[in-house]
């Protein structure tokens, strides 16, 4: 494991514990203020506090598994634990979403028969420091997920920001039944369900998506092609192509050179390019370059240059 690797890591796991610590907090607040208040909308948000607490234990075992060396039976690496991590949190919050949005219909087909219960104003203030508190650890979370790379962090990130957002729902649907309107508080729990459900089915597509050698933003492939084209001795980049492998991406690019140099003075330049792109690109994992003599030709279309 390289030092990157290890700092990585270590802002994950750090940012893990802080997110483990806040949310056994918060569910343990919300279950107390559902419960004295009478609000199965805070019920159910404090259920999905607790899956966050659940998910970010599995993001925790994804960081430390991916990051373990290349083996035989693994030559390039474990970074796509990161992915199946990502898939299994979705997965968490699929279910989550589901449980939610069936307890609240319930709750409002017997009501219909019944009384609804008007909660309390305690939910309301629970459902204010939640929405505060989900939002400032989304937001720590993404920051942590963009500096590291890491697929499993981001996910992590957005199942906080969903969390904040079912709060939203969760005080708007108290705050209407305090007002005179009891059913929808229920209403809020359905649609609370519902945000969580698109949410889960968003982080599996981004994960699937990196295991499927999708390639780098556009951007990315320009300021690759650029900065090989910039080295001493490349005469024009033939060709590139890049692929997703966990948070990481491999690069392969042909360049041409002049074609009277030696093959040792083709391999240098090929180092030099090799050497800038991995120093240069910290999320690139590998990159092979291959040389070609330098022809009046036209660059390879397909490879998007």
């Not at 208040?37 to 075992?61: C, F, P, R």
């Not at 796509?80 to 997965?91: M, T």
């Not at 792109?277 to 330098?294: D, L, Q, S």
């Amino acid at each position: 494991m390289d030092q990157r690797e290890i700092q990585n890591q270590a802002i994950g796991v750090r940012v893990s514990m802080v997110s483990i610590l806040v949310n056994v907090l918060l569910t343990a607040f919300k279950l107390f203020a559902g419960v004295v208040a009478h609000s199965g909308a805070m019920l159910s948000d404090a259920v999905h506090s607790a899956s966050d607490i659940v998910s970010t234990v599995v993001v925790i075992i994804g960081l430390r598994l991916s990051s373990k060396q290349s083996d035989d039976e693994h030559p390039y690496g474990h970074e796509r634990i990161e992915c199946v991590a990502a898939i299994g949190l979705s997965g968490l919050l699929l279910l989550t979403g589901l449980s939610i949005g069936i307890g609240g219909v319930r709750t409002i087909l017997g009501g219909l028969s019944g009384t609804f219960v008007v909660p309390g104003k305690l939910a309301l203030a629970a459902a204010l420091i939640s929405i505060g508190t989900k939002e400032w650890l989304y937001q720590y979370t993404k920051r942590a997920a963009k500096k590291t790379g890491s697929s499993s962090l981001m996910a992590d990130a957005w199942h906080h920001r969903s969390d904040a957002i079912s709060s939203i729902g969760a005080l708007i649907g108290i705050g209407f039944s305090i007002a005179g309107y009891p059913i929808m508080d229920s209403i809020a729990c359905i649609l609370i369900s519902l945000l969580i459900v698109k949410v889960s089915f968003d982080i599996a597509r981004e994960a699937i998506n990196q295991m499927l050698d999708s390639s780098c933003p556009r951007e990315i492939e320009n300021a690759l092609a650029g900065l090989a084209g910039s080295e001493s001795g490349v005469m024009r980049v033939d060709s590139l192509k890049t692929r997703r492998f966990g948070s990481r991406y491999y690069v392969d690019i042909e360049i041409s050179v002049d074609g009277s140099q030696t093959v040792k003075e083709g391999h240098d330049i090929a180092s030099r390019v090799h050497h800038r792109i991995e120093r240069e690109f910290p999320g690139v994992k590998h990159c092979m370059v291959h040389v070609n003599p330098y022809a009046e030709r036209r660059p390879i279309q397909k490879d998007k240059l």
